[in-house]
T-cell receptor
């Protein structure tokens, strides 16, 4: 069966520090992968998606970047965090377009 | 712009039936998904509708009317554990399986 792993679960980082969040998928090959962010009490905003190694599409201009160095690995990064980067970050892969399976999420607080 | 509208909050008692509506305005439509999210957790996939009509999965059913740009999630025999936020999401593009999410409906189930 397919599983998706995301870490860390929580993170507190100072403003101006770098960020690296990792997501890996098991049990499938060439998945479509997605990074979403959820502000407190809000819906999910699509940040990046990837249909294959090295292929990244950005949905919203922001202080973040994404990379896909391996087929089942998706990384979200920032060189210098802003207060507004705080939120719940979710990695997801698509069930053949029928919906998403989400990772457990990373709750990021920028202080 | 593209938007999905859901009620912000719904309250019901244990054993009751509740319907959560979702209306959407998107540039394209390829399917409507529903997700459940408990406080502090990641969203979990509940259902998917691509064609008009009702899809039933246990106590949960989902309905779609493409001509009305409308869908709903029906929860029967409510249980306390159903207290959560529920999100509708529209797949507005083909191929990339990107979804646009509503802002969510917080369901409170009372004893």
């Amino acid at each position: 069966s397919q599983t998706i792993h995301q870490w860390p679960a929580t993170l507190v980082q100072p403003v101006g520090s770098p960020l690296s969040l990792e997501c890996t998928v098991e049990g499938t090959s060439n998945p479509n992968l997605y990074w979403y962010r959820q502000a407190a009490g809000r819906g999910l905003q699509l940040l990046f998606y990837s249909v294959g190694i090295g292929q990244i599409s950005s949905e919203v201009p922001q202080n973040l970047s994404a990379s896909r160095p391996q087929d089942r690995q998706f990384i979200l990064s920032s060189k210098k965090l802003l207060l507004s980067d705080s939120g719940f970050y979710l990695c997801a892969w698509s069930l053949q377009g029928l919906g998403y399976t989400f990772g457990s999420g990373t709750r990021l607080t920028v202080v | 712009g593209q938007s999905l509208e859901q009620p912000s909050e719904v309250t019901a008692v244990e054993g009751a039936i509740v319907q959560i509506n979702c209306t959407y305005q998107t540039s394209g439509f390829y399917g409507l998904s529903w997700y459940q999210q408990h406080d502090g957790g990641a969203p979990t996939f509940l259902s998917y509708n691509a064609l008009d009509g009702l899809e039933e999965t246990g106590r949960f059913s989902s309905f779609l009317s493409r001509s009305d740009s409308y869908g709903y999630l029906l929860l029967q025999e409510l249980q306390m554990k159903d207290s959560a936020s529920y999100f509708c999401a529209v797949r507005a593009t083909s191929g990339t399986y990107k979804y646009i999410f509503g802002t969510g409906t917080r369901l409170k189930v009372l004893a």
